[in-house]
């Protein structure tokens, strides 16, 4: 089987497709033939050396697979054995096979494609842990989402829909027709205007309930002046990390940056201000397969009820991996961006 390895930290030519033996499963396992795996931020933060939870290099990166089972092993049910299905996995998904345990694996929708499918496990758990199991966003209430044109974002306008909230979004003015008949309420253009400014503007200077920030740094400081009393602020990223294309000293100084921009949030300006603020990460959830499982359910149950409708922007085969990192790198994306062996 083909797979893409990430040789060092470094630019996009550290990025190689390299054939290796086809797996075997343990007896606890199943092998996926993958027909399409997830491209996420996290990548392209871990080739450059700035993800602290990535594997050490050289390292296969990928947490979610849509393909069809092709093995099982002996503590398996083989009624799993060519069923199309989604999984979960901890790194090296983005190969032609992956190896899964079995509370990993979910049966795809039939009316999704296996790319379609493939967004489903990273960017729309992420949004459902941010918007309804942390952030209990209720319809009398309103939401910003930060990068609302990328894949967690388009996850998140779904949802907040679903919810009956009023939905504020930044993103660049190309998006902002697409996002418009997704049904985004209000677009803030972040490139053009400062979005806190616009915000109050359109909130009444009231500032919303709940904001999601995949930005970090500085960004989570003027967030968190944008909400409203009983308001929260969930965090899940530290895109604003990643300047230029590179690794090195240059990526290393970016990440520390970014770090020392970032706020501390003393326990008596939360109670005065009845705010909140929390952090989501999944990939310190493992630990939690059970909660997975409920929460996978419910997004499967949101593709069948019509109200969760995940988007492709583009697919790339393995050998353009590197134009894959540029394209989501130059925020060209709307949606999520899917590799294909």
Sequence with gaps: MRQIVNRSNGGYDVLEVEEVPDLQPEEDEAIINVKASGLNFADILARKGQYPDGPDKPCVMGYEV??????????????????????FTRFK?????????????FEKPNRLSFEEAAVLP???LTAHILIEVMGSLQSYESILIHNVGGGVGIAALDIARHIGATIYGTASKRKHNFLAERGLDYT???????????LMDLTDGKGVEL????????????????????????MFGISSASEGTGGGLGAMWSMLKTVVQ????????????????FGVNLGHLWHEPEKASIWMEYILKGVEEGWINPHVDTTFG???VAKAHRYIEERKNIGKVILVP
């Design 93 to 105: 998904g983005q190969a032609e096979q992956v190896a899964v345990r079995e509370l990993q694996l």
């Design 122 to 124: 990273v960017n729309y």
């Design 188 to 198: 803030i253009d972040y490139r053009n205007k400062d979005w806190s400014e616009k």
């Design 66 to 87: 849509a393909g069809i089972v092709d093995a099982v092993g002996h503590e398996i049910d083989d009624s799993w054995l060519g069923k199309e299905v989604i999984a």
């Design 211 to 234: 904001i999601t920030d995949p930005l970090g740094g500085k960004e989570w400081k003027r967030s968190y002046k944008a909400l409203r009393a009983t308001g929260k602020l969930g």
């Design 318 to 320: 393995f050998e353009d």
């Design 262 to 277: 970032m706020p501390f949030y003393h326990p008596l300006p939360l109670l005065n201000k009845n705010r909140g603020v």
